[in-house]
């Protein structure tokens, strides 16, 4: 993720004290009512088509992966959907951050813009996981897609980065599903990241205390995921290959 966000983020971020993960984490909901039925993420053979005049051979490759992969999983358990969906994209994404892929500061990709290209940063990895995630059944009250610090260890360095997060229940630690360290790790193992708030399709949460946090507006005020959602809206989710 770049390290400058929507100024609504930046300002809320620059007021928060830094919280340990749990529901002391701001819940911050990124997607709007629009995924609350989940959008189209199953694609038909004219959809990947297009997306491979647009993007190539190897983009059709990865999107029929994809497919498969979204196919074949909706009868697994929990966890093993969470493995199977954090490395599939971990395994078929490579990073890229915003100015050398798209030549701007901040850009959120839809899944098909992010196979498509076969790059992008860390939400594209995170929006792409939360949309195959609820494809696959999971509840949107257990998805969170967290913003945090990440801090390298034994080093200064601190950058802004997002990961997704499942809850089995909202009393109980949260796993991390990140493109940094690609392994599956409740968030305690993750001493590296510091919550500064989390979004699924619900609303939008400010941390209070140590409860769930007080609801602090509509996701329309993420620019940048409701361009996300008009890409998705006009042709499903391939409006980005449009």
Known sequence: ????????????????????????????????????????????????????????????????????????????????????????????????????????????????????????????YAIAKYLSLRELGLADENLRISYVKYRKKGTAYEEAHMVLSYYESLNKEPYILDNINKSLLKASARTDLIPVYSFNADGLWVAKGGGAGQKAGSSSRLKAWNSVREKMAGNGQLAAAD
């Open 1 to 124: 993720m770049s390290k400058t966000v929507a100024p609504f983020l930046r300002s809320l971020a620059k007021r928060l004290i830094p919280l340990r993960w749990g529901l002391a984490s701001l819940s911050l909901v990124l997607l709007g009512g629009v995924l609350a039925n989940t959008p189209g993420v199953v694609l038909t053979p004219e959809q990947i088509s297009q997306a491979g005049t647009k993007y190539g051979e190897t983009a059709v490759k990865r999107l029929n992966a994809w497919q498969e992969l979204i196919k074949n999983s909706k009868d697994k358990d929990v966890m093993e959907k969470l493995n199977l969906v954090n490395d599939f994209f971990n395994g078929s994404i490579r990073y890229a951050n915003d100015i050398n892929h798209w030549g701007v500061k901040d850009y959120w990709a839809t899944p098909v813009e992010t196979l498509g290209t076969g790059k992008g940063d860390c939400e594209d």
